[in-house]
């Protein structure tokens, strides 16, 4: 089969590789889209140490069941499936305690680390656990069913945040995740939804998508006070109720912790560096609360439901659908971070 394979760090090339054999429990899935995710992106080079060549990367993906395993129940040849990224055993303390996200030796499809090594879906055929498998709804698309993941991770941030109806949520990254959280607030009946990023276009899509209000971090100067001062005077001087920090690095994480009022939750999704430093007196005395939000834990089927309504809209955020054999050229597009692309979809 094709498959793109990452042969060494920085390097893709379209190989020919052995179609995956199933185990009994799982079932073998032709993919037919497979979205490219900035993990993919930022793993290519190694930084994030998550990405061990070789490796067939791809996570976010949907296809068509074309075998299925001995054991497997419930499923079928010709079934429209995608799948979750997290490949977790359903015999673990945390899985059983509904915390499947959190589960000890789970994996990541398309990912390998020291301690393990799944291919993933950017090839023509993926194998994959029959648990970890989703009916894509009739009206969804292939394509709209491989941006499934990425909506389930927003959804899952918003799960662990208290929110209330008319509640002001700042969102720090306005990237796809960033878009997705924008629109599952909007949802959640927050009122005041402030996006704010440095990409003036990024701005006026989650402005389309649901912000009620955007904030330029990078205009700030003596003209135009801070960020943390801006979504004060847009929260009756509070600062927001909540917010997300979508981004992973230190000072988006440093805004997420300035723009939100006293006694507050900080949700953070972004995922970049390793550590970064936190205003320890700010959280404390503000009596903030931090919490990590990992991945997603059984809100699958609630962005499935989202999409196919037309209440969560995915379009919005995809840039290109091209052939899997121009995915290494589009790496490169999206790793040198080319203005206007958001998320691009291959298609094997
Ligand atoms: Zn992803």
Redesign the pocket.
């Known amino acids: 089969m094709k498959a793109l394979v990452l042969t060494e760090y920085n390097h893709l090339s379209v190989q020919d590789l052995p179609k995956p054999t199933i185990k009994p429990n799982e079932v073998l899935v032709r993919v037919q889209a497979v979205?490219i995710?900035?993990?993919?992106v930022h793993g290519m080079d190694g930084s994030s140490g998550r990405r061990i060549p070789p490796i067939v990367m791809g996570?976010?993906a949907s296809g068509i069941i074309a075998e299925v395993g001995d054991d497997v129940r419930g499923w079928s040849v010709g079934d429209r499936v995608t799948f979750d990224?997290t490949v977790y055993a359903l015999d673990d303390w945390y899985s059983r305690r509904g915390m499947y996200n959190l589960s000890d030796g789970r994996e990541v499809v398309g990912v390998s680390t020291p301690d393990f090594k799944r291919q993933g879906a950017f090839a023509e055929f993926v194998a994959i656990p029959h648990h970890i498998l989703y009916a894509i709804p009739d009206n969804v698309s292939f394509t709209q069913a491989a941006l499934v993941?990425?909506v389930a991770?927003a959804l899952h941030a918003l799960s662990l945040t208290p929110i209330q109806v008319n509640d002001s949520a700042a969102v720090v990254g306005a990237g796809m995740i960033g878009l997705f959280i924008i629109q599952a607030l909007k949802l959640a009946g927050c009122g005041t939804i402030i996006a704010i990023d440095l990409d003036d276009d990024r701005l006026a899509l989650a402005r389309k998508l649901g912000a009620t209000h955007t904030i330029n971090a990078g205009a700030s100067d003596r003209k135009s006070p801070d960020v943390a001062k801006q979504v004060q005077s847009l929260t009756h001087g509070r600062g927001a109720d909540v917010s997300f920090e979508v981004v992973g690095a230190g000072p988006t994480v440093k805004t997420a912790i300035d723009c939100v009022r006293k006694g507050a939750t900080v949700t953070l999704v972004g995922n970049l560096a390793p550590s970064v430093e936190i205003p320890l007196q700010a959280v404390v005395t503000r009596q903030l609360r931090l919490q990590g939000s990992c991945a997603i834990n059984g809100e699958y089927e609630a962005a499935l439901a989202l999409i196919s309504s037309g209440r969560i809209n995915v379009e919005a955020i995809l840039s290109a659908e091209v052939p899997l054999e121009e995915g290494a050229d589009w790496f490169k597009r999206l790793y040198e971070k080319e203005k206007g692309l958001i998320k691009v979809v291959l298609k094997p």
Do not use: T, Y
């Open positions: 979205g995710c900035g993990s993919d996570h976010e990224s993941e990425p991770v």
